[in-house]
């Protein structure tokens, strides 16, 4: 078959939040606040359109934690508001890499604001506008492209998390995975004129190798995966190279990572080495390896229809029918409950809350064996759940979590992606790629659960995991027949795409943006340590380095949060070159750290960390700092602090060429 060309564009864009006392989000800890940054977070956006004014589908890949209703209405509603009609719930797919090393607060829903105090409009802003911005660029970059689809193999990336609840699936299920993962890397590859201009890559793995004791923004191992091929592989400047016509641009995206951790020692921070920083560093390289290798073997050209459609669902009502319920029979969802064991956390990645286990937690559970001897629908859908968290109780008086979300498929020519808004294990994948092939006509390798999508109701977990109550499937909220919902849901979408007819689009989610509580900035002024002054230099640098060694800079500092520098850096390492400073690093740098401290009321010190790369050339550099301090009436004034010269001697024979 001939391949098709399509018009592609590609966007990216900074969606940095908070870098400072800004609770993080995905371990749920109240500890774990943000204090600095190690890589910034970046939004990928790909336009795919048959020719200049055909369908088309907007895809956007953020190093996010999670994909709220709050960020998808309001996308939405600033994209309708730029261009139209082109870009609906239907044909853009928003979603998250699952880094759960980033600033939250920017949910609509009261659960996930729990260590944040509250909504973060600085944080919610950043990301928003950055997403959009992003799809702007990428509608500016539209044009004509070839689209290439491979599938490889990737076995020592993940790790399977829950092992006893995958056991329990059937002996049919566990045979698709003879090692308990989903090893499958997907590549799709966009060309023009001969050349590769992005990709996106799918590949599960949950994005945990940073734990929860880390307080630096990280996109982690996908982050790292992406930012490693776009800037130190293509040599992009992200501080001047995002704009309409990017050289390159490459997004790892999640799939059905739900039981899949990268931690391959099963302990947090442990596998493949025991430092979080390296394991993010090699994981993210094994999944540029994979799918780089896919680049070389060129894959199938991609001809055929570009096409979308979407449905919005409440969980919490779903009749289901036996068709997809496993046991012959019609049942019922419920409402949003989260299990006793989801308190505990996922073992290998971050323990949560101490008295909490996965499996049974007796003292918890016995309130749940009351409640179901009273309701046989709550039994039905629940048990054997310990509900911790009515949710569906507790939605009535506040929203608490989201119920009503959608549901997605789209088509480009031969692969199908299906957004589901949760963590889907990666049987429960499975079952849903297998019921979207069997009624599109399409080979299993190329449908894929595109997780974390437009949404977020926790985890998926088949009938039979949900039965361990282990994390994910104490974390299964809408119950034992949430994934058959799923099931049926993508069914009615797959025949209504295969038929070319429309779907009913349901009743949207809630909007809720009017009732969340914004939050006001009422800290302390920033004051300059004793009869300093702002970027004053603390600690200076060594006259000299080797390549490889530490650079480490401390300043009198101000709160990072007085400005966010979106798109922007609050560091700089600079080279001396003809009479000028060239900048070689920022902060969205992986060899930089940007770390803040606070020493007392009002006052605090930046601590600017360069691991010297070992091809570092000789000559002599100094280390920018940009920071912003707010006055006692709230006057924002920018400040800029330099530290010394110093001399690095390269060591690398290769240094500098």
């Not at 660029?137 to 070839?146: F, G, I, K, Q, Y």
């Not at 995958?166 to 001969?194: C, H, K, V």
């Not at 060694?549 to 007085?562: E, I, K, L, W």
Request: contains cysteine; charged residues 20%.
């Amino acid at each position: 078959m001939t391949e098709t060309t399509y018009h592609v564009g590609r966007g990216l864009s900074d969606i940095t939040g908070e870098a400072a006392e800004c609770g993080m989000l995905g371990y749920g800890r109240a500890d774990q606040q943000t204090a600095g940054i190690h890589t910034r977070q970046r939004s990928r956006a790909f336009i795919i359109a048959e020719g200049e004014d055909g369908p088309r589908v907007l895809i956007v890949v953020n190093d996010l934690p999670l994909v709220f209703d709050s960020v998808h209405q309001e996308v939405l509603r600033r994209l309708r508001s730029r261009f139209g009609e082109l870009y609906g719930a239907a044909n853009t797919m928003i979603t998250a890499t699952h880094t759960h090393c980033a600033p939250g607060g920017y949910s609509h829903h009261l659960l996930y604001n729990s260590n944040t105090k509250g909504f973060r409009p600085k944080t919610f802003g950043a990301l928003v506008d950055g997403i959009v911005e992003a799809v702007e660029r990428a509608h500016a970059d539209l044009a004509p492209s070839h689209l290439y689809l491979s599938h490889g193999q990737l076995r020592d990336a993940s790790v399977n998390r829950s092992r006893v609840s995958f056991e329990l699936n059937p002996a049919s299920d566990r045979a698709f995975f003879p090692d308990a993962i989903d090893p499958q890397t997907t590549l799709l590859r966009i060309e023009r004129a001969g050349r590769t201009v992005g990709v996106i890559n799918w590949f599960p793995t949950h994005n945990t190798s940073m734990t929860n004791q880390n307080h630096l923004i990280s996109s982690d191992n996908k982050g790292y995966a992406g930012y490693h091929w776009e800037r130190e592989v293509e040599g992009m400047d992200y501080l001047t190279d995002p704009g309409a016509s990017p050289a390159f641009i490459a997004a790892f995206a999640q799939t059905n990572a739900g039981d899949m951790s990268p931690n391959l020692n099963l302990h947090p921070g442990s596998g493949p080495t025991e430092d979080e920083f390296e394991n993010t560093r090699v994981i993210g390289l094994r999944q540029f390896d994979a799918a780089s290798a896919l680049v070389e073997e060129v894959g199938a050209g991609l001809s055929g229809a570009i096409d979308a459609r979407m449905t919005y669902i409440d969980l919490a009502h779903v009749t289901v029918g036996a068709e997809f319920t496993g046991d012959g029979e019609a049942h019922v969802t419920s409402g949003p409950a989260g299990g006793s064991a989801s308190f505990a956390g996922a073992w290998a990645d971050g323990p949560a809350f101490p008295g909490f286990r996965e499996g049974r937690n007796p003292w918890f559970d016995w309130p749940s064996k009351i409640a179901y001897r009273l309701s046989e629908r709550l039994r039905d859908s629940q048990a054997p759940k310990g509900i911790m968290l009515p949710g569906g109780l507790l939605n009535r008086l506040l929203p608490v979590v989201a119920q009503r979300v959608p549901v997605q498929l789209l088509r480009v020519g031969a692969l199908y992606l299906i957004g589901i808004p949760g963590e889907v294990t990666i049987t429960a994948g499975l079952r849903l790629r297998r019921t979207v092939a069997a009624i599109v006509g399409a080979e299993l390798a190329d449908v894929l659960v595109a997780g974390y999508s437009n949404g977020y109701i926790h985890y998926v977990t088949t009938p039979e995991e949900y039965e361990a109550q282990q994390y994910e499937g104490a974390s299964t909220l809408f119950g034992r027949w949430e994934l058959p919902a799923f099931q049926q849901t993508a069914a009615a979408l797959a025949t209504a795409m295969h038929s070319h007819t429309p779907v009913n689009p349901g009743a949207p989610t809630d909007d809720l943006s009017g009732r969340h509580r914004k939050r006001r900035d009422l800290g302390a002024p920033d004051q300059a340590v004793g009869g300093s002054a702002f970027g004053d230099v603390v600690v200076a640098p060594r006259p000299s380095y080797l390549s490889g060694q530490r650079v480490v800079v401390v300043f009198v500092g101000a709160h990072p949060n007085n400005d966010l520098h979106r798109g922007g850096t609050y560091l700089r390492v600079e080279r001396s070159e003809s009479d000028d400073w060239l900048t070689v690093h920022d902060d969205g740098d992986w060899v930089t750290r940007f770390a803040w401290g606070r020493l007392s009321k009002g006052r605090s010190e930046v601590t600017v960390t360069w691991e010297i790369p070992l091809d570092a050339r000789s000559g002599h550099y100094r280390i920018t700092y940009y920071g912003d301090a707010r006055d006692h009436v709230g006057v924002i004034r920018s400040f800029v602090g330099t530290s010394p010269e110093f001399e690095i001697v390269a060591t690398a024979p290769d240094a500098g060429r």
